[in-house]
């Protein structure tokens, strides 16, 4: 079983940034595909970012060049870096693992951009 604990949310100003952190518990962090997926109210989820245990990192377009996902497997942490938010980024965003064929979330952390 592994938990999943976002932190870094908040209300933040267009042209803003954020830092969502996710750490995760258990042994087998290093082994995990690790993702950040946001819903907007009215929406369907959708991916974000993803980065595999190797270091690979996938972007949505609607986020590119703005947000970064990196992770530090010592400290079981994955992190996005929002850089240059836009109201249109408004959303809950969950983290994802997917290890050994599970796949588990967190709660999610609202992220809202409004000035």
């Known amino acids: 079983q592994v938990q999943l604990v976002e932190s870094g949310g908040g209300l933040v100003q267009p042209g803003g940034s954020l830092r969502l952190s996710c750490a995760a518990s258990?042994?087998?962090?290093?082994?995990?595909?690790m993702g950040w997926y946001r819903q907007a109210p009215g929406k369907q989820r959708e991916l974000v970012a993803v980065?595999?245990?190797?270091?690979?990192?996938n972007l949505a377009d609607s986020v590119w060049g703005r947000f970064t996902i990196s992770r530090d497997n010592a400290k079981n942490t994955v992190y996005l870096q929002m850089n240059s938010l836009k109201p249109e980024d408004t959303a809950v965003y969950y983290c994802?693992?997917?290890?050994?064929?599970?796949?588990?979330w967190g709660q999610g952390t609202q992220v809202t951009v409004s000035s």
């Open positions: 258990g042994s087998i962090f290093s082994h995990s595909v």
């Open positions: 980065i595999t245990s190797l270091g690979s990192t």
């Open positions: 994802n693992s997917r290890v050994g064929g599970r796949e588990y």
